[in-house]
C-alpha cells in the first residue's frame, strides 16, 4: 500500500520561490535515496534531484543553485525548495524512490503538485 502525496505547488511569477513536500508510505523511507521528478507539456518525466539515504544530493544543471532538497525521515517526507523560479520550471512535480522504480515489482507514482511560473 505505497502512497506518495505531493503538496505545495501554485502560481508565482518568475523569480519567485516555492516549497513543495511529499509525504510517503508504504516503502522503506529511511533506507532509500528520494528523488523529485518533474514532467513539461509535451515533454517526458525528468529526474531534477537526489538525496540519498546518507543525505548526499545531486541536482539536474537545470536546477543547480536554485532548487534544495532535503529529507525528513522522521516524517517519512522529502522536500524541494525552489528559488529563482523560471518559466520553464513550470511542470507537474512527483517525488519517488529511483531504486524502487527499477523494480519489476514497483511502479507507482503519486498524483503529482502543479507548479506554473508565469513572465
Known amino acids: 500500500q505505497v502512497q506518495l502525496v505531493e503538496s505545495g505547488g501554485g502560481l508565482v511569477q518568475a523569480g519567485g520561490s516555492l516549497r513543495l513536500s511529499c509525504a510517503a508510505s508504504g516503502i522503506a523511507f529511511s533506507d532509500n535515496a528520494m528523488g523529485w521528478y518533474r514532467r513539461a507539456p509535451g515533454a517526458s518525466r525528468e529526474l531534477v534531484a537526489i538525496?540519498?539515504?546518507?543525505?548526499?544530493?545531486h541536482y539536474a544543471e537545470s536546477v543547480k543553485g536554485r532548487f534544495t532538497i532535503s529529507r525528513d525521515n522522521a516524517k517519512n517526507s522529502v522536500n524541494l525548495q525552489m528559488n529563482s523560479l523560471k518559466p520553464e520550471d513550470t511542470a507537474v512535480y512527483f517525488c519517488?524512490?529511483?531504486?524502487?522504480?527499477?523494480?519489476?515489482?514497483?511502479?507507482?507514482w503519486g498524483q503529482g503538485t502543479q507548479v506554473t511560473v508565469s513572465s
Open positions: 519517488n524512490a529511483p531504486a524502487l522504480l527499477e523494480t519489476a515489482e514497483y511502479n507507482y
Open positions: 538525496i540519498t539515504s546518507g543525505g548526499n544530493t
